[in-house]
Structures are given as structure tokens and as C-alpha cells.
């Protein structure tokens, strides 16, 4: 924003200052003279009221007061100008700290040194907001990285494919159509979901009453046959509970959660799901059998592209992007997410949405 050219508020505070002290030191004067004036005898008494000496002594205050009148103003400027100085330098520090930002430069902190006042919590308050800033630009440069590479595997698969067929039409077979449908199916699912997790995280979506328990038996029985073919059981317990939302993000999070409980479990597991009503929120819970998982790798699987072990190389290998994703839409919707493992082995994952 342009503005028109102005005082400083260095300035501004010495002038405020200075006007201060030459206020006081008028009135201090004009007290002194009405009280010279009002309280000492008007009758000569003495050689100080004769008439020559008082006169004189009227000259004398007069010019008494005139440079009384001059120190105060000199003083009242430069002590202003040097206290204003004082006063506003850690509002200088900030301005520089806050232009560095602005070219760009996040990894500079302020740190303002002294006990708790105006100043030091501006400063506080603008370094916690530097470092929040410079951990979502550091994120959001690690997404776009492994969005592009996680891109870049099934596209030049598909140009290498596509260039074989082109220059041997007659090798064009069924695998080689069945593995070029796959690469391009790979780099579909995941530009739907990098859009799906953007759509979460823009929070921009129709809200309207949604029952957890009928988009959760949805869920589970979209995904029986995958649970039957894996020998997983898969059971759905619970009652009622209705939060507001958009449904079909809120069947992409229980359809993701199910999911991957089924795929990453072993032969004979079970997947439990879980919805109920606690506490003014809505709970749905998914557990799921499997192997024993690190306590250090569960906190990272909700982040974009972090698969840890859970790698998997199957029909079902997905991109990378199924917990973000959770995490994503149920912060949307003012929820929490909670990821635990199991001491038996397998994940516990539990979403608390605000109840309608």
C-alpha cells in the first residue's frame, strides 16, 4: 500500500514529550508567579518591596522564567528524541525482522532479550508465527517434491511403454496393454487424491447432517469382498451418531481407514469398526490386526507420501496419500485424529468429530 510521506513515531513521541514538559514547566512558572503575586504583601515591607527592588525583582523572574522556558524545551526535545529512541527500538528490530520475512528470509528469529512487556511478546508472538511459517513452507516444498516424483514413476513408464509400441506395433500385446493401463490408472488415483487432499484442506465444501454409522456399514460393505479375498474379517458395531459434514469426504475417510486396515493386517486378522456417541462429539473408531509397529513410525503415516514399512506392491499399493488425506478432511471438519498402535500388534486409529 502507498501512503503519503509522514513524521516518524520517533518523532511523534518526542514532540508528545517535549510538549508534556513545557506544558508542566508553564504551568509551574504561572503557579509560582500568581502565588508571588497573591501571597506576598502588596504594602512595602523591607528593602525587597520598594518600589525600585520590586521592579527589579519583576525583571529578574521574567528572565528567570524565559530561560527556564528555553532549558525546558531543549530539554524536553532531546530527552524525548533519546527516550522515543530507546523506547522504540525493539519496534525497529521487529520492522527489519518483519522485511526480512517479506524477501522471503523465514530462518531469522527475533529473540528479544528482558522481562515480559508490549514490545517482547509482539516479538514472541511474531517468531512463533515465523516458525510456524517456515515449517509449512519447508512441508508444502517436501509435498510438491514427492507429488512430482510419485507423478513422474507412471508417466515415464507409460512413455516408455507407449515408445515400444510405436516402434514395434507388433509386439502391442495384452500385457503390454495391461501394464500401461495399470501405469495410467497409478497417476490417475493419484491426481485424484492430490485434488481430494486439496479440497480437504481448503475446507470448502456443503455441510449437511451426516449419520457416522450408515457411512461406516456403507464403507465396510463396499469393501467385504476385498476383506473375503484377504481372509480378513471385517465386523461394524455400534449406533447412531450424527455430525455435520460433507458425506462423500467423510466416506473417503472411513473408506480409507478400512482400507488400509484390511491390506495391511495378515492372513486370519480382523478389522473392528467402531461408532458411538461420547461426550457432545462423534467416534469412530478403526482397529485392525497385523505386525507390531514402532512407536517413532505411527506418528509420521499421516503424513503426504510416508509410508514407512506399509509399502505394499500389490493391486491395492497405494499412492502414499491415505492418511493424509484422513487427517486432511477431518481437520476440516474441526475433528481430531489419532493414530496408536496396538501392543498386539496392528493400528488403532480413532476420529472425534463434532457432534450435530
Not at 455435520?244 to 481407514?257: A, D, F, K, Q, W
Not at 456417541?277 to 509420521?300: F, I, M, S
Not at 503415516?301 to 509410508?307: I, K, S, V
Amino acid at each position: 500500500m502507498r501512503r503519503p510521506p509522514g513524521l516518524s513515531a520517533r518523532l511523534k513521541l518526542t514532540l508528545s514529550y517535549a510538549g508534556i514538559v513545557i506544558v508542566s514547566g508553564t504551568v509551574l512558572l504561572v503557579l509560582v508567579w500568581f502565588f508571588l503575586l497573591r501571597y506576598l504583601p502588596d504594602k512595602p515591607q523591607g528593602l525587597l518591596w520598594t518600589s525600585p527592588n520590586r521592579f527589579l525583582l519583576t525583571r529578574i523572574f521574567g528572565r528567570v522564567a524565559a530561560i527556564a522556558m528555553v532549558a525546558l524545551v531543549a530539554f524536553g526535545l532531546l530527552g524525548g528524541w533519546l527516550l522515543a529512541g530507546r523506547m522504540l527500538a525493539p519496534l525497529t528490530k521487529i520492522t527489519d525482522a518483519a522485511r526480512l520475512a517479506a524477501e522471503g528470509s523465514l530462518s531469522h528469529r527475533i529473540r528479544l532479550p528482558g522481562k515480559a512487556d508490549e514490545f517482547r511478546a509482539l516479538s514472541d508472538v511474531f517468531d512463533t508465527m515465523l516458525e510456524q511459517l517456515e515449517s509449512h513452507v519447508a512441508e508444502q516444498r517436501r509435498f510438491a517434491a514427492n507429488a512430482s516424483h510419485e507423478l513422474r514413476t507412471p508417466l515415464a513408464i507409460s512413455q516408455s511403454l507407449l515408445d515400444l509400441a510405436r516402434q514395434d506395433p507388433a509386439r502391442v500385446d495384452a500385457e503390454l496393454l495391461d501394464r500401461l493401463h495399470t501405469a495410467s490408472r497409478r497417476a490417475i488415483d493419484l491426481t485424484e487424491a492430490l485434488l481430494l487432499l486439496s479440497r480437504g484442506e481448503r475446507g470448502t465444501f456443503p455441510r449437511e447432517p451426516v449419520d457416522l454409522s450408515l457411512i461406516a456399514e456403507e464403507a465396510a460393505e463396499t469393501l467385504l469382498p476385498l476383506a473375503e479375498q484377504r481372509g480378513v474379517a471385517l465386523d461394524v458395531t455400534g449406533s447412531n451418531t450424527t455430525t455435520t459434514g460433507s458425506p462423500e469426504l467423510l466416506l473417503r475417510v472411513v473408506t480409507n481407514l478400512v482400507q488400509n486396515a484390511i491390506v495391511h493386517n495378515v492372513p486370519g486378522g480382523s478389522v473392528t469398526v467402531n461408532v458411538e456417541p461420547q461426550h457432545r462429539a462423534c467416534v469412530l473408531r478403526v482397529e485392525n490386526t497385523g505386525k507390531v509397529l514402532p512407536p517413532d513410525l505411527v506418528p509420521t503415516l499421516a503424513e503426504p507420501f510416508q509410508r514407512g514399512s506399509r509399502v505394499r506392491t500389490d493391486d491395492h499399493a497405494g499412492v502414499g496419500l491415505g492418511l493424509a488425506i484422513v487427517h486432511s478432511v477431518v481437520r476440516a471438519h474441526e475433528g481430531a485424529l489419532d493414530l496408536a498402535p496396538r501392543p498386539a500388534g496392528g493400528l488403532r486409529v480413532t476420529i472425534r468429530l463434532p457432534s450435530a
